[in-house]
């Protein structure tokens, strides 16, 4: 049988000329539309289009007789050969249109071909080139979004939106991951007593303060987090370093170190993957913090999640004090004293007490939910837009902060806005100056719900200005 149809087809290729050929074949090859340059185009700057135009009017509309042979087959040049599967001549492009030769099996970006296999970063997307020529990117919804800082600038929502060169490239999930970093505090804590404060004389509360002018050098600026979600140690840090400002009167104005408690601080608490306040809070009471001087935050590099060797270790010295028993982790500073807290009280929700406690004590510590709208805040009153770039998406997670005073402005409908204002650990280029502002007396993202004070553990001692260096001083 196989015999029999060699022997007819050899028949009839004796019988059929040279053009009634490449007809037949033709017909064929169109019909079975086989890729022809599957290894991309080979001799692109071969005579080929180029011949049949000496014969025939080829290049454009459909003419099934505008072949050449090209390798061991015929290629086309009429304008029906440039579909999906091409089996154009590879002088096509360059003879009958003017421009080059596509790669193909290769992807288009900006005017230039790509093999398959290589691959772009769309903001937080990767995109790869497919062996259909496509690309195919990555569907994360990405921290920055265009459409999002377009729609919150466009609406009237009382903020502004802005990009964020440190946020670009990431995804929702990774800035809700790696940029925020406080635990929600369980139910045993979040029912924790709120302290009584008597309000009965109705305190005169001014409808601006702000503690830093108050309290001026003692205020200190925000830090930056970097890719840490360590919220917990850097709200609880700052709040008990403005605290002791505040309480010796300036005789000591130290910048506690979020690090000794990322390092340190680890009974239930991750460090860089997240902690709880109420444990930061334990370990500044029970343990104390060195200066951020003496042990200067180390943002990870690599992995988030990894957690640093303690490099502070500190001995009781009686009636609850500690002293360094080692030298800062640095060549450069000498400061090893240990801050303590007091222990730590809560707040009630109550705006009112929230604003009594700031103006006669100093900032507190709130947690905050954080939606992805959130990152990119420059400037205004903030308030949770729902504005997303994915309508669905509604993640978010529990971040913590420090309340450092409060006002209100007046938009030009004659309407009051009352806002908090509070730092963020988010460096000092996010938001107006690394301080935000937000809806205040609304419980806007949860801000009023548990709200923290402290006391610095401060001596008659500290308040005569000869705060010691200990063990590890070098001289
Ligand atoms: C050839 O194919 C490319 C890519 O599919 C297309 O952009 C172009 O318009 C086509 N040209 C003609 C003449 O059909
Ligand atoms: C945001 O900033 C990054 C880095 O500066 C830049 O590459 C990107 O194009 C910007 N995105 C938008 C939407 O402006
Ligand atoms: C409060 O401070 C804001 C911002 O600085 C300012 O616009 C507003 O006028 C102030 N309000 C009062 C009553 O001082």
């Given at each position: 049988?196989?015999?029999?149809?060699?022997?007819?087809?050899?028949?009839?290729?004796?019988?059929?000329?040279?053009?009634?050929?490449?007809?037949?074949?033709?017909?064929?090859?169109?019909?079975?539309?086989?890729?022809?340059?599957t290894?991309?185009?080979?001799?692109?700057?071969?005579?080929?289009?180029?011949?049949?135009?000496?014969?025939?009017?080829?290049?454009?509309?459909?003419?099934?007789?505008?072949?050449?042979?090209y390798?061991?087959?015929?290629?086309?040049?009429?304008q029906?050969?440039?579909?999906?599967v091409?089996?154009?001549?590879?002088?096509?492009?360059?003879?009958?249109?003017?421009?080059?030769?596509?790669?193909?099996?290769?992807?288009?970006?900006?005017?230039?071909?790509?093999?398959?296999?290589?691959?772009?970063?769309?903001?937080?997307?990767?995109?790869?080139?497919?062996?259909?020529?496509?690309?195919?990117?990555?569907?994360?919804?990405?921290?920055?979004?265009?459409?999002?800082?377009?729609?919150?600038?466009?609406?009237?929502?009382?903020?502004?939106?802005?990009?964020?060169?440190?946020f670009?490239?990431?995804?929702?999930?990774?800035?809700?991951r790696?940029?925020?970093?406080t635990?929600?505090?369980?139910?045993?804590?979040?029912?924790?007593?709120?302290?009584?404060?008597?309000?009965?004389?109705n305190?005169?509360?001014?409808?601006?303060?702000?503690?830093?002018?108050?309290?001026?050098?003692?205020?200190?600026?925000?830090?930056?987090?970097?890719?840490?979600?360590?919220?917990?140690?850097?709200?609880?840090?700052?709040?008990?370093?403005?605290?002791?400002?505040?309480?010796?009167?300036?005789?000591?104005?130290?910048?506690?170190?979020?690090?000794?408690?990322?390092?340190?601080?680890?009974?239930?608490?991750?460090g860089?993957?997240?902690?709880?306040?109420?444990?930061?809070?334990?370990?500044?009471r029970?343990?104390?913090?060195?200066?951020?001087?003496?042990?200067?935050?180390?943002?990870?590099?690599?992995?988030?999640?990894?957690i640093?060797?303690?490099?502070?270790?500190?001995?009781?010295?009686?009636?609850?004090?500690?002293?360094?028993?080692?030298?800062?982790?640095?060549?450069?500073?000498?400061?090893?004293?240990?801050?303590?807290?007091?222990?730590?009280?809560?707040?009630?929700?109550?705006?009112?007490?929230?604003?009594?406690?700031?103006?006669?004590?100093?900032?507190?510590?709130?947690?905050?939910?954080?939606?992805?709208?959130?990152?990119?805040?420059?400037?205004?009153?903030y308030?949770?837009?729902?504005?997303?770039?994915?309508?669905?998406?509604?993640?978010?997670?529990?971040?913590?902060?420090?309340?450092?005073?409060?006002?209100?402005?007046?938009?030009?409908?004659?309407?009051?806005?009352?806002?908090?204002?509070?730092?963020?650990?988010?460096?000092?280029?996010?938001?107006?100056?690394?301080?935000?502002?937000?809806?205040?007396?609304?419980?806007?993202?949860?801000i009023?719900?548990?709200?923290?004070?402290?006391?610095?553990?401060?001596?008659?001692?500290?308040?005569?200005?000869?705060?010691?260096?200990?063990?590890?001083?070098?001289?």
């Amino acid at each position: 049988m196989m015999r029999l149809v060699v022997v007819v087809s050899a028949v009839l290729l004796l019988m059929v000329d040279s053009s009634m050929m490449e007809r037949i074949l033709s017909r064929s090859r169109r019909e079975l539309a086989s890729p022809l340059h599957t290894q991309g185009i080979r001799d692109a700057s071969g005579s080929y289009c180029q011949k049949t135009q000496e014969r025939l009017k080829c290049c454009h509309g459909r003419n099934d007789a505008c072949t050449v042979k090209y390798l061991d087959t015929i290629c086309y040049c009429d304008q029906f050969c440039n579909r999906t599967v091409s089996d154009c001549c590879p002088d096509f492009w360059d003879h009958c249109l003017g421009i080059p030769a596509p790669i193909i099996g290769s992807c288009k970006r900006d005017g230039q071909w790509f093999h398959s296999g290589a691959t772009y970063k769309d903001n937080c997307n990767l995109c790869t080139c497919g062996k259909n020529g496509q690309w195919a990117c990555e569907q994360h919804v990405c921290l920055i979004e265009k459409s999002m800082i377009d729609a919150v600038n466009r609406g009237n929502y009382g903020w502004k939106a802005a990009n964020y060169s440190q946020f670009w490239g990431m995804s929702l999930d990774e800035g809700l991951r790696y940029r925020l970093g406080t635990r929600r505090p369980s139910h045993s804590i979040m029912s924790m007593n709120e302290i009584q404060m008597n309000m009965d004389n109705n305190p005169h509360l001014p409808s601006n303060f702000s503690a830093a002018e108050k309290w001026p050098g003692k205020i200190h600026e925000p830090l930056d987090q970097g890719n840490c979600a360590a919220s917990w140690a850097f709200s609880t840090a700052a709040v008990a370093s403005d605290r002791i400002s505040i309480q010796s009167m300036g005789h000591m104005t130290p910048q506690l170190s979020p690090q000794n408690l990322i390092s340190c601080d680890r009974r239930n608490q991750d460090g860089c993957a997240g902690g709880r306040i109420d444990g930061a809070w334990w370990f500044l009471r029970r343990r104390g913090v060195v200066t951020e001087e003496c042990y200067p935050f180390n943002p990870p590099q690599q992995t988030p999640a990894e957690i640093t060797r303690c490099m502070m270790q500190s001995r009781s010295v009686g009636r609850g004090k500690r002293q360094a028993t080692t030298r800062c982790p640095n060549g450069y500073s000498y400061h090893n004293d240990i801050y303590q807290s007091t222990p730590p009280y809560r707040l009630s929700s109550n705006e009112k007490e929230i604003m009594k406690e700031i103006m006669e004590n100093g900032p507190v510590q709130a947690i905050l939910e954080v939606y992805g709208d959130f990152f990119v805040y420059k400037t205004g009153i903030y308030r949770h837009t729902g504005v997303s770039a994915v309508s669905q998406d509604r993640k978010h997670g529990t971040h913590s902060v420090r309340i450092t005073g409060w006002g209100e402005e007046r938009d030009y409908t004659g309407r009051t806005h009352k806002y908090w204002i509070a730092a963020n650990s988010w460096g000092k280029n996010w938001g107006e100056n690394g301080y935000f502002r937000i809806a205040r007396g609304e419980n806007e993202c949860e801000i009023e719900a548990f709200v923290i004070g402290a006391w610095g553990r401060i001596t008659m001692e500290d308040m005569h200005g000869n705060h010691h260096h200990h063990h590890g001083r070098r001289k």
